[in-house]
């Protein structure tokens, strides 16, 4: 089969079964293992070569551990670091323990080989996970803390787990570099993320396209990938460093817009390439242990995180559905299995075993939180957690971060309230940015990055860019999208006054019209008039302008007939002038 028609097939098949399996709520990742079953070698064998493929779709898991790195801000890590250490610690490794005894004894592997399932198995599916809590509206609760940071917790340990790998590949004879190769590489890597990537992306943003900052996000991931590799290191490894060494940059957002459909698509080739390798002969020579081995990992999984998190203080049925949630095995262990088959440190036949397992492992998780939440009335397991949600989280977001949104900043600022801004001018971002500013790259008007900029969780957008036609951009998809969200924005023109008023969720601020005003008042005042003549000179003025404006938003003119409006105006405002001024002599 031709290339071209190899990628109508993945395409086919991902567009097909991914609907049906979330519409069942089975989750994504199971319609891509079960899109793989199906065109892959064990049924229909469509598509040859599903080891290369695999190969290749490798690239997903690589992107993914980039933008899990560039999630990773130290401050965060810093906040959670006893959840991460001991409700995340403390899952690992009882969970890789228990497991690791449970293939000792039921499948008489060596120790060796035990303590690599067992690991493996022991992560959870990150993607999985957050979607069910995303879906049951408990990411952000206190409980869903929880469950975040054991996921936190192994997304940090997939690398040592990838190295150890590695190390035992070493004892049981595969050929690596020396030693010093590596540790040379990771140093380099260090030295080059800290100081020339941010300098590397500011030159790109003043003088490159946005076609070309995409090119330069996959760059950074592949270099860094293809030189540990080189090194004798995982490519994820370097995808991950690098990540971590951007979670901090102005240009975090952009970057995670730029990857995320490349590692969407990837990921999921990834998955489907998975579903492809899996031998169901394995499945038809003993379904029984299959099944049963999947069972068992679910339940000490659910034992063991249900246990831990009673400890932490959580509630049985937070405790239990958390778990659950938490049940299956991971997509990495995917990913550890195929290394540890490569580097022959398992069969493949086991390999395959576990491989079948863990998607097994995913396919009962959705069923299993379904039952859980059927079987718990809503006061006893109640959906949402509104009061509960995490506080720290930025609740406002500013576009443009010229003078207009520095003031505003600086007000939220200084009584302590959090906020996100985009800004697309590099130079003024890491000026402002010495002042402590919490501001990225990034282009307001579009919608990934307004979500990656956490839109969803904001209840305030300031539209404060310089150019019009953005301004009026970000208000359509705003309005659209999320017409919950106030938004108070910066206009320069009537034209852009009338455009705007349409949407019921925007509050528009005349940006030099309050100033023209005051200096109106200030100049009448020096000619000669009385304090109290300016003033009320001024408000006729203000009162008079604003019925006009008025008058064109609901009449919804174009510019002849604003012009018009305006002309007719001069005259109504001389006439009133006149007539107060008659009042006054009265």
Same mark, same amino acid.
């Given at each position: 089969?031709?290339?071209?028609?190899?990628?109508?097939? *993945?395409?086919?098949?991902?567009?097909?079964?991914?609907?049906?399996?979330?519409?069942?709520?089975?989750?994504?990742?199971?319609?891509?293992?079960?899109?793989?079953?199906?065109?892959?070698?064990?049924?229909?064998?469509?598509?040859?070569?599903?080891?290369?493929?695999?190969?290749?779709?490798?690239?997903?898991?690589?992107?993914?551990?980039?933008?899990?790195?560039?999630?990773?801000?130290?401050? %965060?890590?810093?906040?959670?670091?006893?959840?991460?250490? *001991?409700?995340?610690?403390?899952?690992?490794?009882?969970?890789?323990?228990?497991?690791?005894?449970?293939?000792?004894?039921?499948?008489?592997?060596?120790?060796?080989?035990?303590?690599?399932?067992?690991?493996?198995?022991?992560?959870?599916?990150?993607?999985?996970?957050?979607?069910?809590?995303?879906?049951?509206?408990?990411?952000? &609760?206190?409980?869903?803390?929880?469950?975040?940071?054991?996921?936190?917790?192994?997304?940090?340990?997939?690398?040592?787990?990838?190295?150890?790998?590695?190390?035992?590949?070493?004892?049981?004879?595969? @050929?690596?570099?020396?030693?010093?190769?590596?540790?040379? &590489?990771?140093?380099?890597?260090?030295?080059?993320?800290?100081?020339?990537?941010?300098?590397?992306?500011?030159?790109?943003?003043?003088?490159?396209?946005?076609?070309?900052?995409?090119?330069?996000?996959?760059?950074?991931?592949?270099?860094?990938?293809?030189?540990?590799?080189?090194?004798?290191?995982?490519?994820?490894?370097?995808?991950?460093?690098?990540?971590?060494?951007?979670?901090?940059?102005?240009?975090?957002?952009?970057?995670?817009?730029?990857?995320?459909?490349?590692?969407?698509?990837?990921?999921?080739?990834? *998955?489907?390439? !998975?579903?492809?390798?899996?031998?169901?002969?394995?499945?038809?020579?003993?379904?029984?242990? !299959?099944?049963?081995?999947?069972?068992?990992?679910?339940?000490?999984?659910?034992?063991?995180?249900?246990?831990?998190?009673?400890?932490?203080?959580?509630?049985?049925?937070?405790?239990?559905?958390?778990?659950?949630?938490?049940?299956?095995?991971?997509? *990495?262990?995917?990913?550890?299995?195929?290394?540890?088959?490569?580097?022959?440190?398992?069969?493949?036949?086991?390999?395959?075993?576990?491989?079948?397992?863990?998607?097994?492992?995913?396919?009962?998780?959705?069923?299993?939180?379904?039952?859980?939440?059927?079987?718990?009335?809503?006061?006893?397991?109640?959906?949402?957690?509104?009061?509960?949600?995490?506080?720290?989280?930025?609740?406002?977001?500013?576009?443009?971060?010229?003078?207009?949104?520095?003031?505003?900043?600086?007000?939220?600022?200084?009584?302590?309230?959090?906020?996100?801004?985009?800004?697309?001018?590099?130079?003024?971002?890491?000026?402002?940015?010495?002042?402590?500013?919490?501001?990225?790259?990034?282009?307001? &008007?579009?919608?990934?990055?307004?979500?990656?900029?956490?839109?969803?969780?904001?209840?305030?957008?300031?539209?404060?860019?310089?150019?019009?036609? @953005?301004?009026?951009?970000?208000?359509?998809?705003?309005?659209?999208?999320?017409?919950? !969200? %106030?938004?108070?924005?910066?206009?320069?023109?009537?034209?852009?006054?009338?455009?705007?008023?349409?949407?019921?969720?925007?509050?528009?601020?005349?940006?030099?019209?309050?100033?023209?005003?005051?200096?109106?008042?200030?100049?009448?005042?020096?000619?000669?008039?009385?304090?109290?003549?300016?003033?009320?000179?001024?408000?006729?003025?203000?009162?008079?302008?604003?019925?006009?404006?008025?008058?064109?938003?609901?009449?919804?003119?174009?510019?002849?007939?604003?012009?018009?409006?305006?002309? %007719?105006?001069?005259?109504?405002?001389?006439?009133?002038?006149?007539? @107060?001024?008659?009042?006054?002599?009265?």
């Amino acid at each position: 089969m031709s290339a071209m028609a190899s990628s109508m097939v *993945f395409l086919a098949a991902a567009v097909v079964a991914v609907p049906i399996f979330k519409g069942l709520k089975l989750g994504s990742i199971l319609g891509y293992l079960s899109a793989g079953i199906v065109i892959g070698p064990s049924v229909m064998d469509w598509v040859s070569e599903p080891g290369t493929i695999l190969h290749f779709a490798e690239l997903g898991v690589v992107l993914l551990l980039f933008v899990i790195g560039l999630e990773l801000e130290p401050k %965060k890590l810093w906040k959670m670091r006893d959840q991460i250490i *001991f409700t995340g610690g403390g899952q690992l490794l009882l969970s890789a323990s228990a497991l690791a005894c449970a293939v000792k004894y039921f499948m008489a592997t060596s120790w060796i080989s035990a303590i690599v399932i067992g690991l493996a198995a022991a992560l959870s599916s990150t993607a999985f996970a957050i979607q069910l809590m995303n879906e049951q509206k408990i990411l952000k &609760t206190p409980p869903g803390q929880k469950g975040f940071s054991v996921l936190l917790m192994q997304d940090l340990a997939v690398i040592p787990i990838l190295l150890l790998v590695h190390a035992l590949s070493d004892a049981t004879g595969v @050929d690596t570099p020396p030693w010093w190769v590596s540790v040379t &590489t990771i140093v380099g890597v260090l030295v080059i993320g800290k100081y020339l990537l941010n300098p590397f992306l500011r030159l790109i943003s003043d003088y490159g396209s946005s076609e070309i900052m995409t090119a330069s996000a996959l760059l950074i991931v592949m270099a860094t990938a293809l030189g540990m590799q080189e090194a004798g290191l995982s490519m994820g490894m370097g995808a991950f460093v690098a990540g971590i060494l951007l979670a901090n940059s102005s240009f975090k957002h952009q970057l995670e817009t730029e990857i995320e459909p490349f590692k969407g698509l990837l990921l999921g080739l990834f *998955f489907i390439a !998975i579903g492809m390798n899996m031998d169901l002969q394995l499945l038809f020579a003993d379904p029984a242990f !299959i099944v049963c081995a999947a069972l068992a990992l679910v339940a000490i999984k659910t034992l063991i995180i249900f246990s831990i998190l009673k400890l932490a203080n959580q509630t049985k049925t937070d405790s239990m559905r958390i778990a659950l949630m938490l049940s299956q095995g991971g997509e *990495f262990a995917f990913v550890v299995m195929g290394q540890a088959a490569t580097n022959s440190l398992l069969e493949a036949d086991i390999a395959n075993q576990i491989t079948l397992i863990v998607g097994l492992s995913m396919a009962l998780t959705s069923p299993l939180v379904i039952l859980h939440s059927l079987w718990f009335n809503s006061r006893n397991c109640p959906a949402v957690y509104d009061s509960q949600r995490d506080t720290d989280e930025p609740r406002v977001i500013i576009a443009g971060f010229g003078r207009f949104g520095q003031i505003t900043a600086r007000i939220l600022t200084a009584n302590h309230i959090p906020f996100t801004a985009l800004d697309k001018d590099a130079e003024q971002i890491e000026f402002v940015k010495k002042f402590g500013s919490n501001i990225f790259y990034g282009d307001a &008007t579009r919608l990934d990055l307004l979500k990656a900029a956490g839109i969803e969780q904001a209840s305030v957008l300031l539209v404060a860019v310089e150019r019009e036609e @953005d301004t009026l951009k970000i208000c359509e998809i705003v309005s659209e999208e999320y017409p919950h !969200i %106030k938004m108070v924005v910066r206009v320069r023109n009537r034209a852009s006054v009338i455009e705007i008023s349409k949407y019921q969720n925007a509050e528009l601020i005349r940006e030099v019209f309050p100033s023209g005003l005051k200096a109106a008042e200030n100049i009448l005042r020096h000619y000669g008039y009385a304090e109290a003549e300016a003033k009320n000179m001024c408000d006729i003025f203000e009162r008079h302008d604003h019925q006009l404006l008025q008058k064109a938003i609901e009449e919804n003119v174009d510019m002849p007939q604003l012009i018009e409006i305006n002309r %007719k105006g001069r005259a109504e405002l001389e006439q009133l002038f006149t007539k @107060d001024i008659k009042d006054l002599g009265r």
